[in-house]
Nanobody, 119 residues
């Protein structure tokens, strides 16, 4: 089992920055990949970013590439999402998720944290 708790969401003006954190507990954190997803009202949940177990490889959705950075601190069992140059269309509930098998399927999810970007 893996427990995930996100934090760091809030209200920010367009062009601003936020850093989301996701604290993990349970299985050995350094052995699995992590991802960030988001879901806007009335929309499907969408992929935002993914980072490998070591932190050496990361992937991003085209919509956030160059603005968001995913990172992890395995000593702190935490994954981060640094968001910069935020746009109103980034408004969503952001979720972190754990891919413990390494197949790209995320078996464990956090409860989400709201990010609201005002124009």
């Amino acid at each position: 089992q893996v427990q995930l708790v996100e934090s760091g969401g809030g209200l920010v003006q367009a062009g601003g920055s936020l850093r989301l954190s996701c604290a993990a507990s349970g299985r050995t954190f350094s052995r699995y990949a992590m991802g960030w997803f988001r879901q806007a009202p009335g929309e499907e949940r969408e992929f935002v970013a993914r980072i490998s177990w070591s932190g050496g490889v990361s992937y991003y959705a085209d919509s956030v590439k160059g603005r968001f950075t995913i990172s992890r601190d395995n000593a702190k069992n935490t994954v981060y999402l640094q968001m910069s140059s935020l746009k109103p269309e980034d408004t969503a509930v952001y979720y972190c998720a754990a891919d413990v098998i390494g197949t790209g399927q995320y078996a464990y999810w956090g409860q989400g944290t709201q990010v609201t970007v005002s124009p």
